[in-house]
């Protein structure tokens, strides 16, 4: 008989206490994300700004590293968060998940402290080893890569093992194929090519099928773990829209993939391929929100008709960040994805701005958004009350970045703009038209702007952390009353 475990029963579960671990490191590295990406601004405006001190090439490669990192880590914790509750059993092999959590920590330490103080090193296999594997998003030295992937393993084997002990969920299902095809997708980077073209395929099958299949499900997932959790979505509906997600992303992921193969000598049916499929991906996560919404909505209104309690918001900074996501990846991932990777665009927008813009958005409204929203479910279940609304911090926390994101995005949309209409089309897209380009006003605006939209993010982001530490006790003290 499997032994039950009660979703507000917080201090029972070692599994929920291993998220935390997992949780207090993401929201670190979150910070150190932002506080190097201010950084890299100030230096784009002012580029003697901590030179040879600490440049700007390392300020980037920490900020996306830092990135790719933190949400790792709260993808993780998120997973070891909602096994319990979706399995009705204790996650199998904790010891080994603790200690999976300190390999991965320590680890990541000591990459970043090489990134700071080393960087890069002679063009020998020792380097690739202990120092850098100079490809972009992924520069992680390769004894890092092997640690990452032995981490990666015990953690499947121990959501596999709880998956098949215990209850089988539909949410559950999808989340444990999906973990199996985003362990395997890190490996097509581990191996070189003599070929360059070939080299940057197989990088793009780990930064993009990463980003466009495996993590878009992973989200799809724990959207619908969220609803039902918040507002008691009927699981039926979430399940629904998840599979049809599974349908669409990983076919849509993967020949969505096609609209980087313009630039590596492919044929020339990649190009619309990429970019009709690579536009469908978010479209599944906004039908599940608006289809559980729209029927929470027609309970609540029938609950009221007949003078009866309706479902009240469990989570409120949860649900403010979970609708936050689904629009969020829509026009991130979406709209601004779209409109600049379509072939007969991208011959002028690739590598500019629109590049940055799309980034920036994508990543904060597809990920950072969902994650954030199972950080403030896993402080609810830390503290074992009922219901935690939002307060004064987690408004302003969720405005603040937001608003900062998106100025951010519109800042350097326009950047973008600049360098399409006069680098590339007017001057031809030479090293003196990219210069040109760099110093006109309207780019420089756009610069200073982004800086300052950076300033407000990283401000939210102070609001986010004071309240993450302290909604817990107001609400226990709430409810206590």
């Known amino acids: 008989m499997l032994t039950s475990i009660k979703t507000n029963e917080f201090a029972g579960s070692e599994s929920k206490k291993l998220a935390m671990m997992y949780f207090r490191v993401a929201i670190i590295l979150f910070g150190a994300q932002l506080l190097m990406g201010l950084i890299a601004a100030i230096q784009f405006l002012a580029p003697n700004f901590l030179f040879e001190v600490f440049d700007f090439n390392v300020a980037r490669m920490v900020h996306i590293n830092a990135l790719v990192v933190w949400m790792l880590y709260a993808m993780i914790g998120s997973v070891y968060y909602l096994l319990p509750d979706e399995t009705g059993v204790e996650t199998v092999g904790i010891g080994l998940g603790k200690l999976a959590f300190w390999v991965l920590t320590a680890a990541v ?52 093992a709880t998956f098949m002990k215990g209850r089988k969920t539909g949410i559950l299902t999808v989340l444990v194929a999906d973990l199996l095809a985003l362990a395997g997708l ?20 780990v930064i993009h099928l990463w980003v466009e299949a495996t993590w878009e499900v992973f989200v799809g997932a724990l959207a619908a773990y969220g609803l039902v959790k918040i ?29 980087h193969y313009f630039w590596i000598g ?76 379509l072939p007969q665009v991208n011959i ?48 302003m926390a969720i405005v603040l970045i937001t608003f900062g994101v998106v100025g951010m995005t519109i800042a350097l949309t326009i950047a973008g703009y600049e360098q399409v209409l006069v680098e590339r089309a007017e001057l031809g897209a030479g090293w003196d038209a990219f210069f040109v380009a760099q110093n006109l006003p309207w780019y420089v605006q756009a610069q200073i702007w982004r800086t300052i939209m950076g300033v ?26």
Do not use: C
Not at 128 to 147: C, K, Q
Not at 233 to 250: D, G, N, P, S, T
Not at 457 to 479: C, M, N, P, R, S
């Open 348 to 395: 002028y927008t690739h590598g500019t701005q629109f590049t940055a813009a799309h980034g920036h958005l994508a990543f904060f409204g597809a990920y950072a958004t969902i994650l954030v929203g199972m950080m403030y479910l896993g402080v609810q279940g830390a503290y074992g009350v009922e219901r935690m609304k939002s307060t004064f911090k987690s408004k």
């Open 186 to 205: 890190y490996l097509a980077g581990m191996f070189f090519t003599d070929n360059i073209s070939m080299d940057q395929y197989w990088w793009w099958w």
């Open 266 to 341: 492919t044929p020339e049916y990649w190009w619309e391929i990429g970019a009709l499929f690579s536009a469908l991906e978010p479209v599944p996560l906004v039908a599940m929100f608006v289809h559980v919404l729209y029927d929470w909505g027609k309970e609540q209104g029938m609950a009221k008709a007949e003078g009866k309690p309706g479902n009240v918001v469990k989570n409120g900074p949860a649900m403010a960040w979970i609708v936050t996501n689904a629009f969020g990846n829509f026009l991130g991932a979406g709209i601004w994805g779209f409109f600049h990777t």
């Open 109 to 160: 330490t000591v990459v970043v402290l090489v990134f700071i103080f080393i960087q890069v090193g002679p063009g020998k296999e020792s380097t690739i080893w202990l120092i850098n594997e100079g490809r972009e998003y992924i520069e992680a030295p390769r004894w890092a890569d092997i640690g990452i992937v032995v981490v990666v393993l015990i953690f499947y084997w121990n959501v596999f």
């Open 231 to 259: 507002i008691n979505a009927k699981r039926e509906i979430v399940e629904m829209w998840l599979w049809i997600e599974v349908l669409m992303l990983f076919g849509s992921g993967i020949l969505g993939l096609g609209h």
């Open 456 to 481: 407000i993010t990283f401000i939210g982001f102070v609001y986010l952390v004071w309240d993450l530490l302290t909604i817990g006790k107001e609400a226990k003290a709430a409810q206590a009353a």
